[in-house]
């Protein structure tokens, strides 16, 4: 079974080395950093601790998973993880584990308050809590974060094609999963203060305005999914 490990970065040249490196030392296949039209030394960096590096000069998280997506046709199993080395990675083989043996197509490294190191800033902690309250209230699957870390089987993750470009990308991923009655698992997971500077946490508007796009995008997908639902069952 080929595991690929797909790294969106945007200027993450102090961080993604390590994170690389880690990737390699826990055996997986291949690590594919997006660069996302860095301005710094990411792609050096990142080729030289051993990953393939793949350019997608459109901004937005989900442009640079789609790029990573498509660059990994062959792969049975593909990893996610941001490349500003704040994933705690340790129940990365039981998560990889879990689909390998079929237990769930998605598993998602949720970040709780009672899953040890948690470096997230509370309006980052809030924002989560309620964008996934908001999923699970609406697909009927209990979610308790829509996370950066998550693991998903190869061929359900091309059979959904997940279209969004910006932030919407993983909740895009996860409300279809839902939707679709995919087998979904949780494994909790801590996290670490991020390498280099804060893009979106830190400021308390860009939270918002993250937020709220994630929000509609969790309300799109599943209104496009209840559609096809009724379409399918006359
Ligand atoms: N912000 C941002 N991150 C991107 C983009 N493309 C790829 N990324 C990467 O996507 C991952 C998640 O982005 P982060 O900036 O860490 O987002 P966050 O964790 O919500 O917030 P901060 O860590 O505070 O910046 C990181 O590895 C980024 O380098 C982009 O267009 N914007
Ligand atoms: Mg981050």
Known sequence: MRVVAIV?????EEAIGGVVRDLVVAGIHEVIVV??????????????????VVSQPER????????????????????FLDGDATEVMGDLRDMICAVAQGKCKLALGVRTRRSGRNAMPWQQRLGNNLLARLASRLTGVKLTDLPS?????????????????????????????AMRGCAIAEFPRGTKPRKGQSKVTGSVRRN????????VTIVRVWKEERGNRRVESP
């Open 8 to 12: 969106p970065a945007l200027n993450e």
């Open 35 to 52: 660069d996302n039209g860095s301005t710094d030394n990411t792609a050096a960096v990142a080729a030289a601790a051993g990953s393939t």
């Open 60 to 79: 937005g998280y989900g442009a640079a998973c789609i790029a990573g997506v498509d660059a990994a046709p062959g792969a049975d199993i593909v990893l």
């Open 149 to 177: 870390l998550k693991v998903v089987d190869g061929a359900t993750l091309r059979a959904f094609d997940v279209r969004d470009r910006r932030y919407g990308w993983t909740a895009e991923l996860i409300t279809r999963a």
């Open 208 to 215: 918002l305005r993250v937020g709220w796009a994630i929000a």
